[in-house]
């Protein structure tokens, strides 16, 4: 089969949040390089806390405004009560007294609902998303239930998110949102609406299915497709690496952590204080390579997201949003 050869202005490798918020905003033709899911679809959606970058955080707003995945500065509740503020999908932002409903489970401050038993909330959310008779199971299960308003476990859709709120509510005649969990269908119902947009945005190309392997003399190359039998070479002047933090894009070699992609390290010896609380709360969740990285080929290199940054959606969104300033 013949290589696939092919040339932009700037070449992204990772489709999360960062690696398509820089795509949104880059001018010229891009390229998007992607292969399955991560940190953004494991999250549960929520920005917080703030840290001022008010441009950022305008044009996201404005962004996800005609998408199914609609956000909102607000307050929003998770499944262990803990409420968050900054900004949150319009679907979990919490104000007054809900009545809070979990699925199939006893859990403290919630009201128990037989619904799709067996059935995980991923699963859930996405045969809801495709199938209305479902979303009227869905209405006669809560249509018994005495409430001002509701908020359920976060299974209201993906692409149809909104759709499928709106006609819940309008069903039960009470006001119906979602309270906040990761992961869960909120994190990946943020990466479609993104996904949504960078597909609609003239001379920006989302390459899904690429399983990049080598970075080196200005071009990226790899292969594409379900079995990889495609080889792919894509040259750009400018390169963003945006291949994700330590849940899904580094990589460990005894003791260090590195990008796998450019070889950079993370850290040279992780073993010290790795624990059970290592995943929440370590380090060097929040620590990435930095912006600054060198490959040879290319007129301008960048980490962002959680490579250069480490873990957190506001960090990812922020760099992502100024991926692009000087170029």
């Known amino acids: 089969m013949t290589a696939l050869k092919l040339e932009y202005d700037h070449v992204i490798v990772g489709g999360g949040l960062a690696g398509l918020t820089a795509a949104l905003r880059l001018r010229g033709r891009t390229a998007v390089l992607t292969y ?7 999250s549960g959606g929520v920005f917080s806390p703030l840290a001022g970058d008010t441009e ?6 404005d962004t996800m405004g005609d998408t199914a995945c609609r956000y909102a500065r607000g307050t929003c509740i998770t499944a262990s009560l803990a409420k968050k503020s900054g900004l949150v999908q319009a679907s979990t932002i919490y104000a007054g007294s809900p009545l809070l409903i979990t699925f ?3 859990r403290r401050g919630f009201r128990n609902v037989g619904f799709m038993r067996g059935r995980s909330l991923h699963e859930i959310a996405r045969i809801l998303d495709t199938d ?4 009227a199971e869905l209405e006669h299960a809560l249509s018994g239930i005495k409430a001002e308003s509701l908020v359920l476990p976060p299974v209201l859709g993906i692409d149809r998110a909104a759709e499928v709120r709106e006609k819940l ?3 039960l005649g009470v006001l119906v949102g979602e309270h906040v969990a ?3 269908a909120l994190g990946l119902r943020l990466l479609r609406a993104l996904e949504k947009k960078a597909s609609a945005k003239e001379g920006l190309d989302l390459l899904e299915l690429v399983r990049v392997e080598r970075i080196a003399g200005g071009r990226v190359e790899g292969r ?18 945006a291949t994700g933090g330590l849940l899904t894009g580094f990589k460990l070699s005894g003791n260090r952590l590195f990008e796998p992609l450019t070889g950079a390290t993370v850290s040279p010896e992780i073993e010290q204080g790795l624990g059970q609380k290592f995943i929440s709360r370590h380090m060097l969740m929040y620590k990435g390579v930095g912006p600054g990285l060198i490959v040879d080929g290319f007129e301008n290199v960048r980490a962002i997201g959680a490579t250069a940054c480490g873990f957190g959606l506001y960090h990812a969104l922020v760099s992502g949003f100024h991926a692009g300033d000087g170029l």
Do not use: Q
Not at 56 to 61: K, Q, Y
Not at 229 to 234: F, G, T
């Open 36 to 42: 399955g899911l991560g940190s953004t679809a494991l």
């Open 56 to 61: 950022a955080e305008a044009w996201f707003l």
């Open 104 to 106: 199939n489970e006893e």
């Open 132 to 135: 209305d008779g479902a979303c």
């Open 169 to 171: 509510a309008a069903g």
């Open 182 to 184: 990761a992961s869960s």
């Open 224 to 241: 594409m497709g379900t079995k990889g039998k495609r080889e792919i070479s894509v040259r750009a002047p400018d390169l963003l690496i």
